[in-house]
């Protein structure tokens, strides 16, 4: 702003205005600034969770306003600590995760390794690599339930042609244990890219002058890998891994897309069966314990992650 343009924004101010802001010192100004974005964390993200814990020991129902709210303690945790199936559902997203974050990682790193090496085509290879991670959910989901189509889909003659099972014989989204790995392919190829941009990052921020000291040194393209290219870009690893575990710990959208949460409980991952207790059973007050023991579970995991995570950043 040239000094015209601001002597002519000071005269067009009003002079009871002016006085005010010529009265306020640095610290009033950025309260002003910082406090609508202060309340709307409040109003959008705090208060929620605050509700959400007080609903949590409560047998309170959303399709029944009107009936009474009996506070029923730790019965809801309790409940849902002891249920079978919750820990059976637990079960299937740590099947979802560990899978799906380490082909993610191992494919991500590599194809990051790769990249780095600077080729001919090799802008156009990336932005063809990122095209996955750019599509939203809905479209995945379509495009990969007509690949998994038992008449019709790629994948399913990919199978026939590797194992040698009839592809007509058998769905990739019925029983039989397929459900899993076909979602675990989904989102791999979907968020592989995004691995891939982090590593990549770590990759190009090492200094080639290491590289060219080792070489020095005589030590091997395997011995600079484990020496110098692994540690130096772990951190980016890590935190690839700790971004796809938040969000895989959630996923929903993409399986329910997929197989509707079915076959059976095959693909009823926490985050489905969460909506299901809350949206189809309406049983709010149980679900609102749920929601927080999954949000204490995803919470804890994180801050010991983070932990880790800086504790190598610092060595």
Avoid at 154 to 164: D, I, K, P, S
Avoid at 215 to 222: G, H, Q, T
Avoid at 268 to 286: M, N, P, V
Wanted: glycine residues 6%; charged residues 15%; hydrophobic residues 55%.
């Amino acid at each position: 702003m040239t000094d015209k343009a601001a002597a002519r924004l000071a005269r067009a101010t009003p002079e009871p205005v002016a006085k005010r802001i010529r009265g306020l010192s640095d610290r009033a100004i950025a309260w002003i600034f910082v406090a609508p974005t202060i309340f709307l964390l409040l109003s959008i993200n705090i208060f929620p969770l605050i509700w959400t814990i007080r609903l949590s020991f409560t047998n309170f129902a959303a399709n029944k306003p009107n009936a009474q709210v009996q506070w029923v303690g730790l019965r809801n945790y309790t409940r849902i600590l002891t249920d079978a199936d919750t820990w059976a559902n637990m079960q299937t997203t740590a099947h979802f995760l560990i899978w799906t974050i380490t082909f993610q990682v191992l494919i991500g790193f590599s194809l990051a390794w790769l990249i780095n090496r600077k080729f001919k085509g090799n802008d156009l290879v990336t932005t063809l690599i990122v095209i996955p991670m750019m599509l939203s959910p809905a479209v995945v989901g379509n495009f990969w339930t007509f690949l998994y189509q038992p008449q019709i889909g790629l994948v399913n003659y990919a199978v026939e042609f590797l194992t040698g099972i009839p592809a007509d014989s058998f769905s990739m989204l019925g029983p039989g244990g397929w459900a899993r790995w076909a979602i675990v392919i989904v989102d791999t190829w979907m968020w592989t890219p995004f691995v891939m941009l982090i590593c990549l990052a770590g990759l190009r921020s090492i200094p080639d002058y290491i590289y060219e000291a080792a070489e020095v040194d005589r030590a091997s393209k395997w011995r600079q890998f484990w020496t110098i290219t692994l540690p130096m870009a772990l951190p980016f690893l890590m935190l690839a891994v700790l971004f796809r575990g938040i969000e895989n710990f959630r996923m929903f959208d993409l399986v329910v897309l997929l197989t509707g949460g079915g076959p059976g409980d095959e693909t009823l991952l926490a985050s489905i069966d969460l909506k299901r207790e809350a949206f189809e059973k309406w049983r709010t007050g149980y679900s609102s314990a749920y929601a927080i023991i999954l949000f204490v579970t995803v919470f804890g995991l994180a801050s010991i992650y983070v932990k880790a995570l800086n504790k190598v950043k610092e060595r």
